[in-house]
């Protein structure tokens, strides 16, 4: 099982550059989110998804966009980058409502210059 | 989620057992918690949860209070690879909050030599 994979694991963008966080999951899981890490904090939840076709937001959901038209892929879409959005993304994944027991990808570093 | 309080860092000596506390006194009656650590720049990794009876596995222990308004993580003989972030939620289990997994900042645990 590859669990939790997300791309790429390193970019760099300019300001106003737009680009897509990919994360898969194969555990058929219905649960799927994500979070930003920035530098020595805790991690905060942009958006998730508890099932294919619902989506919701988190704590900072600004500027992040996301669907869900597959079980295995949760994309996170940047329609326009700004400098405050570089940090490390995670994407975590669980099975169901039964059981909250996070999976989670090995991040993605993204650079806003 | 219920709030939870943990000490931002603690140290251990290798050998030594570890014992990271943790807070949650708004817990409700069905919403369990759960520990998770984030080793230097890796993706979170589950440790283990519990929701009113003590747990143990390969990791670690879960010691939660009769009133559950607190909980103890014991990693029984750290050593240095236990060096990490160490988190404890408690998940919402209500319909219209379930999925809105927050993290704080957790309590980094360096363990010397």
């Known amino acids: 099982n590859a669990g939790v994979t997300q791309t790429p694991k390193f970019q760099v963008l300019k300001t106003g550059q737009s680009m897509t966080l990919q994360c898969a999951q194969d555990m058929n899981h219905e649960y799927m989110s994500w979070y930003r890490q920035d530098p020595g904090m805790g991690l905060r939840l942009i958006h998730y998804s508890v099932g294919a076709g619902i989506t919701d937001q988190g704590e900072v959901p600004n500027g992040y966009n996301v669907s869900r038209s597959t079980t295995e892929d949760f994309p996170l879409r940047l329609l326009s980058a700004a400098p405050s959005q570089t940090s490390v993304y995670f994407c975590?994944?669980?099975?169901?409502?039964?059981?909250?027991?996070?999976?989670f990808g090995s991040g993605t570093q993204l650079s806003v210059l | 989620d219920a709030k939870t309080t943990q000490p931002p860092s603690m140290d251990c000596a290798e050998g030594r057992a570890a014992n990271l506390p943790c807070n949650h006194s708004t817990i409700s009656g069905n919403e369990y918690v759960y520990w998770y650590r984030q080793i230097h720049s890796q993706g979170p990794q589950y440790i283990i949860h519990?929701?009113?009876n003590n747990e143990t596995n390969e990791m670690a222990s879960l010691i939660i209070t009769e009133d559950r308004k607190s909980s103890t993580l014991i990693l029984p003989h750290a050593t240095l690879r236990d060096t990490a972030v160490y988190y404890c939620i408690a998940p919402a289990r209500t319909t219209d909050s379930w999925g809105k997994f927050q993290f704080g900042a957790g309590t980094q645990v360096v363990v010397t030599p």
């Open positions: 519990g929701l009113k």
């Open positions: 975590a994944s669980s099975k169901d409502r039964s059981n909250e027991k996070l999976f």
